[in-house]
């Protein structure tokens, strides 16, 4: 079946400018998890969603970055007045239950210039 | 702070022979531990992983050990295929967040 997918691969953004990204899990997953990654690091946690409730919001670096999940399947992370630290690749994982396996997406490459 | 360390930011082992990733930890919360391999351009890809309270977990050519001890996890690779070059990420759980290392990139020579 189909896997995590996320959309935009690639975006280029002007410092200052807004940016969406989303992110179409496993259908039938309950939790969903965004990860940002700088170049030569691991992925780092920002948000985890079960269903449509956040329950973890712990990593989001400032109140720039606002995560939603409406309807409990498609998430969109979206970075407000964009920064050249937030350059990084932006990873999606979803899972069937909190404790399983986690599904990584091919991320978002965010370039902000 | 890092939690999950990998100090070796590449390694290269000769087809057929066994690989061997290296990771310590300084959280001893974690619930268990896991790696994750990944291809330039795709997301990670859950390996193989161990319960904080096992000290081995063996999977086909995959095998990881823990040391509590000495807060040391090590993936081996045997033997090595070609297919396994890629980077290899050591995380930890707890709380249902994943603590990744940096990575370690593996080539596997011919």
């Known amino acids: 079946g189909a896997g995590v997918s996320q959309s935009p691969r690639y975006k280029v953004a002007k410092r200052g400018q807004d940016v969406a990204l989303r992110c179409d899990p496993i259908?039938?997953?309950?939790?969903l998890f965004w990860y940002q990654q700088a170049l030569g690091q691991g992925p780092e946690f920002l948000t985890y969603?079960?269903?449509?409730?956040?329950?973890?919001k712990s990593g989001l670096p400032s109140d720039r970055f606002f995560a939603e999940r409406p309807e409990g399947s498609v998430s969109t992370l979206k970075i407000q007045r964009t920064q050249q630290e937030d350059s990084a690749v932006y990873l999606c994982?979803?899972?069937?239950?909190?404790?399983?396996?986690?599904?990584f997406g091919p991320g978002t490459r965010l370039t902000v210039t | 702070d890092q939690q999950v360390k990998q100090n070796s930011p590449s390694l290269s082992v000769q087809e057929g022979r066994i690989s061997i990733l290296n990771c310590d930890y300084t959280?001893?919360?974690?619930?268990?531990f896991l790696w994750y391999k990944k291809y330039p351009a795709e997301g990670p890809t859950f390996l193989i992983s161990?319960?904080?309270?096992?000290d081995k977990n063996e999977d086909g050519r995959f095998t990881v050990f823990l040391n509590k001890s000495a807060k040391h996890l090590s993936l081996h690779i045997v033997p090595s295929q070609p297919g396994d070059s890629a980077v290899y990420f050591c995380?930890?759980?707890?709380?249902?967040?994943?603590?990744f290392g940096k990575g370690t990139r593996l080539h596997i020579l011919p």
């Open positions: 994982a979803s899972s069937e239950t909190r404790l399983s396996e986690q599904y």
């Open positions: 995380a930890g759980y707890r709380d249902d967040k994943i603590i």
């Open positions: 959280n001893s919360m974690f619930d268990y």
């Open positions: 161990i319960s904080s309270i096992k």
């Open positions: 259908s039938g997953h309950v939790s």
């Open positions: 969603f079960q269903n449509e409730a956040q329950l973890d």
